[in-house]
């Protein structure tokens, strides 16, 4: 069954704006991370928040955590064009290595 | 260190007839994860390989699909007589070890398109 689910499926935000992502899970999770994907390219790991953990920063993005809603957003600050993508949420059980991964959301970002 | 390298980046077949994706885990690595993305999607588990093992194959279709990690040389995936609905992208991963899932590193993706 379907892991993680974000929302917006889409966002379009203007040059300069702030970006926020959701995402929520069903079970509980060991880790939750946060990957981009340019149209029709590979795969970016962005960040990874532990579960124990409840916000972390890397530049521009802000992800938090809140494990008793079972959900995460990824928070993208000053919004570039190259910002444009699709963002995917992945998580993680204990002891179970497959990463399970919502449908993403389509991030355009208009100059 | 190189990445995780897949080959070819684009696939194109006409169906029925058989698709090789190719991955080759980063140095070091004796683990390997094959993963689905269809049009739209996220990522879709489909194969866990150790050297010369599947671990896990709980994700793959029953027919049609086979995926080995030889002693020597890359992980293939192999998809004989393909049809439409095989047409995604298909990301391969690899690992130093089973658990922890969050060092896997990924390739960037062999687009299968059927015709």
């Known amino acids: 069954s379907q892991q993680g689910e974000e929302d917006p499926q889409a966002l379009s935000i203007q040059e300069g704006e702030n970006a926020t992502m959701n995402c929520s899970y069903k079970t509980s999770i060991n880790n939750l991370q946060w990957y981009r994907q340019n149209s029709g390219r590979g795969l970016v790991h962005l960040i990874l928040i532990r579960s124990n953990e409840r916000e972390k920063h890397s530049g521009r993005l802000r992800v938090t955590l809140d494990t008793s809603k079972k959900s995460s957003s990824l928070l993208i600050t000053a919004s570039r064009a190259a910002d444009t993508a699709s963002y995917f949420c992945?998580?993680?059980?204990?002891?179970?290595?497959?990463?399970?991964w919502g449908a993403g959301t389509k991030l355009i970002i208009k100059p | 260190n190189a990445g995780v390298m897949q080959n070819p980046r684009h696939l194109v077949r006409r169906r029925g007839q058989e698709a090789r994706l190719r991955c080759s885990p980063m140095k070091g690595h004796s683990h390997v994860y094959w993963y689905r993305q269809l049009p739209e999607e996220g990522l879709k588990f489909m194969v866990y390989?150790?050297?010369?093992?599947?671990?896990?194959e709980s994700g793959m279709p029953k027919e049609r699909f086979s995926a080995e990690f030889p002693k020597e040389g890359p992980s293939i995936l192999r998809i004989q007589q393909v049809v439409r609905g095989d047409s995604a992208a298909y990301f391969c991963?690899?690992?130093?070890?089973?658990?922890?899932?969050?060092?896997?590193?990924f390739g960037q993706g062999t687009r299968l398109t059927v015709v």
């Open positions: 992945a998580t993680d059980r204990d002891g179970n290595y497959q990463l399970i």
């Open positions: 991963a690899s690992s130093p070890r089973k658990t922890n899932p969050t060092e896997a590193f």
């Open positions: 390989l150790q050297k010369e093992n599947i671990i896990d």
